[in-house]
Nanobody, 118 residues
Framework: QVQLVESGGGLVQAGGSLRLSCAAS????????MGWYRQAPGKQRELVAS???????RSADSVKGRFTISRDNAKNTVYLQMNSLKPEDTAVYYC????????????WGQGTLVTVSS
């Protein structure tokens, strides 16, 4: 089994920064894409940013220039550096990894709450 443990969420004032981490553990042979998603109250879950095994990234227009995704393959960990946070960034943030050795199954983290006060 594979588990994802997220950390780094919390309460921050608008304009502040947070860094989320998501560490994968368990029967991992390799990880393909890794990504961060978020879900605000009453809204659908949406992609925030993703990164391939080769380091190619993409991000939502709403966070471009403010959020940066990165990964440490040796630690099976993905990060999301969030700067210039806005109240509309308030959401539960989830990480997701894709495991090619298990048939490209998607594994989700439990979520971490980010609250940005105005």
């Amino acid at each position: 089994q594979v588990q994802l443990v997220e950390s780094g969420g919390g309460l921050v004032q608008a304009g502040g920064s947070l860094r989320l981490s998501c560490a994968a553990s368990g029967s991992i042979f390799s990880i393909d894409a890794m990504g961060w998603y978020r879900q605000a109250p009453g809204k659908q879950r949406e992609l925030v940013a993703s990164i391939t095994s080769r380091g190619s990234t993409r991000s939502a227009d709403s966070v471009k220039g403010r959020f940066t995704i990165s990964r440490d393959n040796a630690k099976n960990t993905v990060y999301l550096q969030m700067n210039s946070l806005k109240p509309e960034d308030t959401a539960v943030y989830y990480c997701k990894v894709v495991l090619p050795a298990l048939g490209y199954v998607e594994v989700w983290g439990q979520g971490t709450l980010v609250t940005v006060s105005s």
